[in-house]
């Protein structure tokens, strides 16, 4: 960057300023929130921050920063894992004692009796399926050894999300080994046979007649074929009852009949009204929608724009070149505010006292959207009210985008469409007044998630017999009557819609480990052949459909896991969604809201025992193994409180304590609870965790509420991982820097170019800012006392990751756990920066604390040439390959640590104790047979999945060629649905990798460091409105 | 006072820390060899085993092919073990009562699997491929040994670290013609023992284990030599016409012919496309 050009953006990020709002301790310590504000602003260059504390340098953040691995002396907290380590070290000290002079025990080999057809063992096969998800399959292809799934990812050749993949999907595969899934029929507690069950239910319902009495309460619908089997029974059995149930769906837009499909690809311009659909598959067509946007933003000659107004900041709202944080209940105000704007016919939006900045804000988002017609896209929001969906797609139908980037579609996603709020309601209102003689749960667990004025667990005692049929012996199970244990998907026949309705068959991958039913087997039992496998009734449902010869078509539809010709026929009707009702009001100013989200990690509860996802930290807030009320800097600060506080927080007649966190750019007066936590039964993982947020959901606000909140005594105990992983040794070493050498407090503190970008303009008029410039240092090969390696002709492995694409949506967090055998650590653990993860995306904010931009940069080992780590190691356990990896040798290893403490990157990760099951038998059938479970006391850090690499080249080796570009794919890249990453022999000067890294904006983070990574980044080119880049505004500290 | 101790035991003194130095060299060198033992490495060893399967007999004395078992020796980094109903393709007919095949039988009857020991036993963090090594020029002879002499079966070699690194520093020395993997008599090239080899064009993208023909019997009278290969063997059967085949081959060039292991060794790290020694020890090829 030149000169003037880094002045200029110094100026605008200082007129910016970064506001502070958590100042209560500095108040204690005499520093006044002036002065660190005055401190940073004298800081040059561009600013960012990771986290409140870091901001503020607060004496924790400090005492964090001087110990890389925060607070051993907290290891023995939990007294029961205390004595479980003494026992576990026990035994491995005698093992260790005997390892030294004894021989390996004797392996048995149990031989096939015949060999499966097909299996080449030690070779991986690969099937299609699909995971069926209530917002719309997501087709895969998973990785099976020896016949158990080991892998789950994208299917690569469907059109909808073409290979990728994303946290949930990848998180499912350690839900299938759960070990804590009910394993037995039970009645009562006792254990029963299913066709008992199957007999029993058959029999009452017969002796009916006309089903009276009967009610079925099923998760959302999404297989065709239980839609099917479904209008069977009810035509058997007219007044049977079903009611469907999904928390996380209830009350929103994708219960209703309505289908609007987005394609970001003709998009210049894109709208989010409250939409996150960057940040997972909570949002329908996530896959596709993120492909799309992160596809035009890898070049800058291609660059869209993001506009986002939303209430609780997301991942989608950060990477907005525009994000304007409203409340959630403004914003179907400003929908049809924009709507009367961009010439709606029949919207009248409400008065409404907008402040200048939102209203400039509106007007130049309308001027956009107009010069952009038929070019744009304006996405609603799936937690927003009715009236967001229908504005949205009225202004989309007034500005020519129906037709271009809007599909809409008669047809649905699930196939039974209905109100599920309503329906719950009649259900209860059934149950109170004695109707109800069997109800059948199928996959809900209402006593945990039904809304809290309904009182369901009341009701619930008034029917009968309660039959449950769920994975888990859960909150419903514990009381049912009969409990049946549900097969997981991946054990189970049935099928299910993408978002685009293509249908893809969902085949089994293993025989049900704990003999568990389906939904299909349940409605089935009352049919004219109650022992009809769901197998059969999958291929009855698509027999009229699949083209030519059966048998063919239907081997081709496993083999390729979709039946073709099945997406929905956009060409047809574009009928516009009347205004259902009056645009509701916004909510005053001063009172408090409160807004209900499903958890981004576990969604509704449903993946609460799944050790992965609960360790996940959460986007933005990067919280783990808890939920929060998470509110604004602004609001902490009115309310007195302290991050980490206990708060009590009332909706109606419910209540729930809560700790607190700050989220920035939530908006004040303002709490975001994600529900999904709370459980009591849910597993050994799971159980205990967070707090339960459907205690204060209500059938009246499901979306958001207004309610109170108060401060009650004592402190919660959060994990968040944002300031782990901090290097302190610049301050010990020599006295030099200022203590706060984590990458992000660098970056706070003084800029050394982790962070590169630029805008449009300034990249046009100078492109190779990411490497020109004052702290955009790049590499020297002639500066270091260590001579340099000579590497290998043929490959030299590199990875490539474009800053503009990421969303941050942790896809290939979750991905590299399952490829690596990564183990879960528990909050406790993490709470003192333990966490295993050898990838972690690292968000950087940037600017105004109640408007900030966040960019988000993966960070895994760099792979560096000039490795840090390497040259510590005593025992030669971190050692350098001819193709340029820094590969780790476990059983060399002693634990020193050195290593982790000399890496710059903070990405070595320390076994600290027997982090790995070795005792779950059901866990050892989930682990990848080619990479090894490491023990305790042994550094392990990101190998680029190296055998993945060794695999690729065995199979070059023996057919005499080189490795193609594109053959080695690792685990993060794969599930990737931004196509973020890139892996590649960078030697071979056509490989994509080898492009992306001459590219002229790739650079190399802490260059100065001379460590010559092998990762580099692509540094980010945003987009912003000019009309609203020029005039930043200043958000007071407290304006709450 | 009289001396405690008397003028003699100086020279005491000075063996006994002779001594203790002796002592812990030998206590030194003894462990050194106890990890080397075959009481660790279970070298030449011969655990119980549900059936004492002879592969003496079944290969040297029926003339049964390795692949004939192990079938993905070539496609995969394990050998493979028989599943029972190789051993009854042949057990249902002969020796169909024989008391030593009870478990066969019952095996096959009950569904349940044989339980064998592992003879050669890596430990789990090495990962090791069949696949590459058979192809690659190492025949099955170099590291299990002449299992064709072998009544019940043991490893003949340690399987040690510094055994394999010892070959992984130098593959010529072991390397052999892949027409030759299978070959338990295989011997090493020498003057009475000539091999001849012809390497094909190196640009025609074929396998390694058809890029390079070699026989044991001088090509250059007959013309019509043994062309060996482990694939398919070039222009052989499937009925491919002689008008087809001179299209489709490649001009056949010039055999070489070798006299001892060293050049042999050399010539096919070189056509086999070998890696470097450098490439071959580095960690991550067997760890990670």
Known sequence: MSKEMSGKMNGSANETGIALNHDTKNVEQGLTLAQVRADLKSVKGKKY??????????????????KEFPSAAQEWVDPVSRRGFMKLMGASMALAGLAGCTKQPDEPIYAYVKSPEDLILGKPMYFATAHPFVTGAVPLLVKSDEFRPIKIDGNPEHAYNQGSSDPFTQGTLLDLYDPDRSQHVTYRGENREWTEFAQELRLKVAGTKDGSGIYFLSATISSPTLARQWKAVQAAYPKAKLVQYDPAVAGTAAQSGQNAQYSLADADVIVSLDADFLSGASFPGFHKLVREYAARRKSPETLNRLYSIEGTPTTTGLKAEHRLGLRASEIPTFAAALAQAVGVAGVNAPAYAWTDEQKKFLSSLVKDLKANAGKSVVIPG?????????????????????????QVSGETVNPLPSDQIADI???????????????????VNPIYNAPADLYFATAFDKAKIVAHLGSHLDETGQIAHWHIPSAHFLESWSDARAYDGTVSIVQPMIDPLYGGKTAHDVLQTLLDEPGLSAYEAVRATWKPVVKGDFETGWRKTLHQGWIDDTAFDNKGSVGLIALKSQVPAPSPKDSLEIIFRPDPTIYDGRWSNVGWLQELPKPVTSLSWDNAAIVSGATLTKLGLEEDDIVELTVGNGKVKAPVIVAPGHPDNSVTVYLGYGREFAGRVGSGAGFNAYLIRNTWAPLYANGSIRKIDGKWGIAITKSHFQDHRSKLFGGQGNGNNSLEADEAIGE????????????????????????????????????????????????????????????????????????????????????????????YFEGDLSAPRAHFQPMACQHCENAPCEQVCPVGATVHTPEGLNTMVYN????????????????????????????????????????????????E????????????????DKENRNVRDGEIITACQQACPASAITFGNINDKQSRVAKLHSNERSYQVLADQNTRPRTKYVAAVLNPNSELQDTPVEHLPAKG | MAQIFDRSSNALARASLVLTGLIVIALGVTLDQLQRSPWVTRQGQRPDQPVPFSHKHHVQGLGLQCQYCHVTVEKSSYAGIPPTKTCINCHSQIWTNAQL???????????????????HDLPDFSYFSHEIHVNKGIGCASCHGRVDQMPLMYAQNTLQMEWCLDCHRNPAKNIRPTSEIYNMA??????????????????????????????????????????????????????????????????????????????????????????????????ETCHR
């Open chain 2, 186 to 283: 295989w011997e090493k090239p020498a003057e009475d023992r000539p091999v001849w080899c012809s390497a094909g064009d190196e640009k025609s993208g074929l396998p390694t284990a058809q890029s390079v023909n070699c026989v044991t019997q001088d090509p250059g009278g007959a013309g019509a030599a043994e062309v060996a290969s482990l694939q398919m063997p070039l222009g052989g059967p499937h009925g491919m016409t002689a008008d087809v085949a001179a299209e489709t081959l490649p001009v056949v060039p010039a055999y070489k012919k070798f006299t001892s292991q060293d050049e042999l060794g050399h010539f096919l790290v070189d056509h086999y496309k070998i890696r470097t020694p450098k490439d071959l020890t580095s960690c």
């Open chain 1, 425 to 443: 309601k009649g259900l209860v209102a059934d149950l109170n007044a004695g109707k109800v003689d069997w109800l059948v749960i199928l996959n």
């Open chain 1, 892 to 939: 060399r290893c002693v634990g020193t640590r050195y290593c982790s403490n000399n890496c710059p990157y903070k990405v070595r990760r320390f076994n600290f104790l027997l982090f790995s099951d070795y005792e779950t038998e059901s866990l050892k059938l989930m682990r990848n047979p080619d990479v090894t479970v490491r023990s305790r006391g042994v550094m």
């Open chain 1, 382 to 406: 799936l937690y927003q009210d009715a009236s967001v969906t229908a504005l949205a797609l009225a202004i989309n139908n007034a500005l020519g985008n129906v037709g271009k980037t809007v």
């Open chain 1, 752 to 843: 050394r170019g982790i962070i590169r970008y630029a805008t449009l303009d300034e990249y046009k008029a100078d492109p190779g800012f990411a490497n020109e410039g004052e702290n955009h240092t790049t590499t020297d090969m002639g500066t270091s006392m260590f001579p340099n390696w000579t590497y290998n002709e043929a490959n030299a492995w590199g990875m490539s990751i474009d800053m503009n694409s990421c969303t941050g949506c942790n896809a290939c967090i979750v991905s590299c756990y399952a490829e690596n055998n990564i183990a879960v650590v528990g909050k406790q653990q993490v709470r003192i920066g333990r966490n295993m993860q050898w990838l972690r995306i690292d968000t």
């Open chain 1, 49 to 66: 921050w990771r986290s409140v504390d870091e901001l503020a340098d607060t004496a924790e953040f400090q005492a964090a920063v001087e």
């Open chain 2, 101 to 119: 095949l009870e478990p066969v039988r019952s095996s096959w009857a009950t569904g349940q699997s044989l339980v064998w020991t592992k003879v």
């Open chain 1, 941 to 956: 850090k990101c190998s680029y999945c190296v055998q993945r690499i060794s695999a690729a080249k065995i199979e070059a």
